[in-house]
Antibody, heavy 128, light 105 residues
């Protein structure tokens, strides 16, 4: 059974870079049938997609965060990682990693789809 | 950018009631839509994908329908374990709806 586990500091200072890693077990991150995504949820609010990566290293990011986000993959460790720079209190959230499916759009373009399964999530607080 | 809205934002219903949640996209998205359930303090779980396909293991009282801009999630007979917030999500540059909180009356 595929499992994902987020890891990283739970406290980050304002203006610094948030760094998280998602370790995938029970399956290969190099599986060509899936993408891998990051989603966050500020306390008491809804879900926000951060970005997605394919095992080849191809990425897509939420335009609202794109200037501050970098997602990378390490296939040798079966991990993918998130870096979010210049954080503020507004970046305080539970951060989830998840496997992401895809579909073929008309014209044969491969597009990302639903998220399943999700990791347990990790709370990151931005505070001095 | 395509925006996703949901209605109502919250609802309270009795056990056994039929519950319907609506999700609307600001532009047509074909059937490229998923629904998630997030129980209090828990991780979101995929309920439905491709607007109407039930994820494996999800009870059959859940169903989804719609295409284009208007979608619905229906719980045919609300159970106590269905207390949760439900989110819709469009595919491709994923955007989630704001969520609908479902409680038992």
């Amino acid at each position: 059974q595929l499992q994902l586990q987020e890891s990283g500091p739970g406290l980050v200072k304002p203006s610094e870079t948030l760094s998280l890693t998602c370790t995938v077990s029970g399956g290969s991150i190099s599986n060509s049938h899936y993408y891998w995504g990051w989603i966050r949820q500020p306390p008491g609010t809804g879900l926000e997609w951060i970005g997605t990566i394919y095992y080849s290293g191809s990425t897509s990011y939420n335009p609202s965060l794109k200037s501050r986000v970098t997602i990378s993959v390490d296939t040798s460790k079966n991990q993918f990682s998130l870096k979010l720079s210049s954080v503020t209190a507004a970046d305080t959230a539970v951060y989830y990693c998840a496997r992401q499916g895809y579909y073929y759009e008309s014209g044969g373009y491969k597009r990302t789809a639903w998220f399943d399964p999700w990791g347990q999530g990790t709370l990151v607080t931005v505070s001095s | 950018d395509i925006q996703m809205t949901q209605s109502p934002s919250s609802l309270s219903a009795s056990v056994g009631d039929r519950v319907t949640i609506t999700c609307r996209a600001s532009q047509g998205i074909s059937n490229y839509l998923a629904w998630y359930q997030q129980k209090p303090g828990k991780v979101p779980e995929l309920l439905i994908y491709a607007a109407s396909t039930l994820q494996s293991g999800v009870p059959s009282r859940f169903s989804g329908s719609g295409s284009g801009t208007d979608f619905t999630l229906t719980i045919s007979s609300l159970q106590p374990e269905d207390v949760a917030t439900y989110y819709c999500q469009k595919y491709n540059s994923a955007t989630f709806g704001p969520g609908t909180k479902v409680d038992i009356k």
